[in-house]
């Protein structure tokens, strides 16, 4: 019923910046917050950022002063601007949108941070 589709990924040096973008489809009404998550080889997938219909933002600890989650005027695109990146962002980066009564889950895309 609701769609994600990732875009953004790639490679980036240490310290460098990139933007993530999830673009929702379908019944997009049925979303009240979206979110991003990563997960690194070897690693269990972990929260990176929310942001509720409201705009409330909340941020995992270890990227607090460096990631940037937003979303568009309609509500339909998230966004994950990442600055000052280091090596172990890397990961692949998941899109999450919390819906009633399911929550629905991107692709993923590869972020990797290397020099």
């Known amino acids: 019923q609701v769609q994600l589709v990732e875009s953004g990924g790639g490679l980036v040096q240490p310290g460098g910046s990139l933007r993530l973008s999830c673009a929702a489809s379908g019944s997009i009404f049925l979303i009240y917050a979206m979110g991003w998550y990563r997960q690194a080889p070897g690693k269990q997938r972990e929260l990176v950022a929310t942001i509720t219909n409201g705009g409330r933002r909340n941020y995992a600890d270890s990227v607090k002063g460096r990631f940037t989650i937003s979303r568009d005027n309609a509500g339909n695109t998230v966004y994950l601007q990442m600055s000052g990146l280091k090596p172990e962002d890397t990961a692949v980066y998941y899109c999450?949108?919390?819906?009633?009564?399911?929550?629905?889950w991107g692709k993923g895309t590869q972020v990797t941070v290397s020099s």
């Open positions: 999450n949108a919390y819906g009633t009564p399911f929550d629905y």
